[in-house]
């Protein structure tokens, strides 16, 4: 839309006037239901589990603080969920500032709780005092009970607001909080429901976390009940989650760090296994994406394995160097010390930083020194004494290196070229399913509009062409040209993949893009992107496309191309890690042959660069955990020449981020 038109609409519309009045106020917590991702994460299946957890976490708290020996969690057959602790009771009394029971307070104010004021908890997982307040407002219903001095007492809500004062119903014999709510079906899928298996390994992991804590599970839609209690801590948990696997030493390294505000512990074991499973938690919260704690203690394995393996010969050390300590030759990389590693570590302290209300990563900057410090400390000490346990830690680590380092080699001889082999439909039909499944979640530039703005820039047609989006994916490309087109039409290979791009395109078939199923001169317009790279022989694919466009018609595509020659065979190993499929890493001179060398002419290219989570990208269904290490070592280990014309970012907290140089290409058939 020009910038005249978008004058000339305004002018038209009466609610486009922009003055105090357009600025809205939300009260309350309608600001937690208009927009519940700000504060649960999501309102898919994550996000609904993290309202039973904001519930289970304020009772391990109360355990931790040493007034609660025992946590229910019930899933009822309605589907609501109830968590019920033996803790003190949330306090029933009026609140001096507020002027209602304070229990009220928590559950209809944000930012409110007994976790601010020191001394209330020394380690806390609910911080930010919006845990309770959200799971009120995003629920059609909640029953709040408390036991305390003696008396029960009830209070019922829905939305956030209260329906009934807080009432005394009875005596008590017992003390403590029960809080059943349900989710509103308004915010969440109606289709969504509580999962046994991802609850119970939840409660099972706090119970490890938290010795002596009895956690009772009940699903009464199923009849699945289980009960968690466990007195060997985290040692326990480690040889829980390695229970089917076989350990290269019998006895998990166990550390304890103690420090004012600060207790960590940390167990490890290694096993003959090639993954690297390492959970951590702070206050209890799983971290899933790590922080400064886990940088922290990698830094520290790398330190202790190498300072080890010099110091006993084992590495060779550059001569000259004046020391074994300070060695400059031969060193063990990241990825082999952290191979076939299972660790739990977890951190109980006063003051944690967090992205985000689902707190799936900490950031405080001292965690890292302390850690890193400490553990290179301890394991350095398990080391010098137990030789044994050092041999089948450090040689194995060492071995894989030098054999890494060998391949390497002889895949840098290697000419990075166009593999001519066939792979069969089913193999992509396969692939592409699976990939499917997270697909938006997996990159920024799927659905970034900038990207798509940069395809639809290209469209030289001044009437409504018919388009057809090839190996649409999930409709997003084709759906950014829409009110500038007519008809559009998509394909696909896989069911998965037609499914959501039917949510965007008119009318969407099933086929290869080998053999289009389409008539000769169909179509004005084509559009494509990130695929060509991935497929074998990819003229065939490019000439089909030249077939079905009507003579004059354009066709518009983007892909991911290196910056130059010095990163090309570098990305095609990050690449090919990442996806097994890919065949090809063009450059650009060779994707502009692709285009013209298949008969289209007046070639047009546009350039934008995109920020891409390296972290977020592998971590999808087809990329396998010890090809998600590699590509993290691809990274870490990147050569000089590639460096200076490839920017990517390390962040403190271990994140990778690269720059992607996408560029748009616009051709068309002779007339």
């Not at 002018?11 to 991702?37: F, H």
């Not at 009437?463 to 759906?479: E, I, N, R, T």
């Amino acid at each position: 839309m020009t910038g005249s038109t978008l004058k000339q609409s305004a002018k038209q519309r009466p609610d486009s006037q922009y003055d105090a009045a357009s600025i809205t106020i939300l009260s309350g917590l309608e600001a937690v239901r208009q927009n519940p991702g700000m504060y649960i994460g999501s309102t898919d299946q994550a996000g609904l589990h993290q309202l039973v957890y904001e519930l289970v976490d304020n009772a391990i708290d109360e355990s931790h603080a040493g007034f609660c020996s025992q946590i229910k969690v019930v899933i009822e057959a309605d589907g609501s969920c109830s968590v019920e602790d033996d803790g003190r009771g949330i306090p029933v009394d009026i609140h001096p500032i507020e002027g209602c029971p304070a229990c009220e307070v928590v559950l209809t104010r944000l930012h409110a709780g007994g976790k601010f004021k020191q001394h209330s908890y020394q380690y806390t997982a609910g911080i930010h005092g919006v845990g309770l307040s959200c799971l009120n407002a995003l629920s059609d219903s909640l029953l709040l009970e408390i036991w305390r001095d003696g008396a029960y007492y009830r209070q019922a809500y829905a939305c956030g607001r209260v329906m009934e004062p807080l009432v005394k119903v009875g005596e008590a014999n017992k003390r403590g909080t029960c809080i059943t709510f349900h989710p509103d079906a308004r915010i969440f899928d109606e289709n969504l429901s509580f999962s046994y298996e991802i609850l119970a390994r939840r409660l099972r992991e706090l119970s490890f976390l938290h010795p002596g804590v009895r956690i009772c599970f009940d699903d009464r839609r199923s009849g699945e009940s289980e009960e968690f209690q466990y007195d060997t801590g985290i040692p326990g948990f480690i040889q829980h989650l390695n229970r089917a696997a076989t350990v290269l030493h019998p006895q998990p390294i166990a550390i304890h760090i103690h420090q004012p505000g600060l207790d960590v512990e940390i167990a490890m074991q290694w096993t003959a296994g090639y993954g690297e499973n390492i959970l951590s938690y702070v206050n209890s919260i799983n971290t899933v994406y790590g922080g400064t704690h886990v940088s922290g203690l990698k830094m520290a394995l790398i330190r202790a394995v190498n300072r080890y393996a010099t110091e006993t010969g084992l590495l060779q050390v550059e001569k000259g160097t004046p020391s074994a300590a300070h060695s400059t030759g031969e060193k063990i990389s990241a990825f082999d010390i952290l191979e076939g590693l299972t660790c739990v570590l977890s951190v109980q302290m006063a003051a944690p930083s967090f992205e985000g209300q689902t707190k799936t990563r900490v950031t405080n900057r001292e965690l890292k020194i302390i850690i890193d410090e400490a553990v290179n400390n301890e394991l350095l000490r398990v080391l010098r004494a137990d030789s044994r346990l050092a041999a089948q830690v450090v040689t194995r680590a060492l071995d894989a290196t030098r054999a890494r380092l060998a391949a390497r080699r002889a895949s840098e001889r290697i000419r990075i070229q166009r593999v001519d082999t066939g792979v069969s439909k089913e193999i992509y039909q396969k692939q592409f399913g699976i990939r499917s499944k997270n697909w938006h979640q997996s990159a920024v530039w799927i659905a970034n509009d900038e990207l798509l703005a940069e395809h639809v820039k290209h469209l030289g047609h001044d009437h409504y062409p018919k388009m057809l989006d090839v190996c649409c994916g999930s409709g997003v490309v084709g759906a950014s040209f829409k009110g500038k087109v007519g008809t559009m039409f998509g394909l696909d290979i896989t069911p998965e993949m037609i499914q959501l791009s039917r949510t965007r395109l008119d009318h969407v078939s099933q086929g290869t893009v080998y053999d289009l199923p389409f008539h000769d001169n169909a179509f004005d317009l084509v559009v494509n992107r990130e695929v060509l790279h991935l497929l074998p022989n990819p003229e065939r694919p490019v000439s089909e496309i030249f077939r079905v466009l009507k003579p004059g018609g354009q066709f518009i595509v983007g892909q991911i191309l290196p910056f130059g020659p010095e990163d090309a065979a570098w990305m095609y190993r990050v690449f090919k890690k990442k996806q097994p499929l890919i065949f090809n890493m063009f450059q650009e001179e060779d994707f502009r042959e692709l285009l013209l060398g298949a008969g289209f002419v007046d070639l047009k290219m546009s350039e934008y660069n995109l920020w891409e989570s390296i972290d977020v990208w592998i971590d999808t269904h087809e990329t396998t955990t010890l090809h998600r290490h590699e590509i993290r070592e691809l990274f870490y280990h990147a050569p000089q020449e590639v460096r200076e014309v490839h920017p990517f970012e390390i962040l403190p907290s271990g994140e990778i981020r690269d720059l992607w140089r996408w560029c748009v290409f616009s051709v068309r058939k002779p007339v």
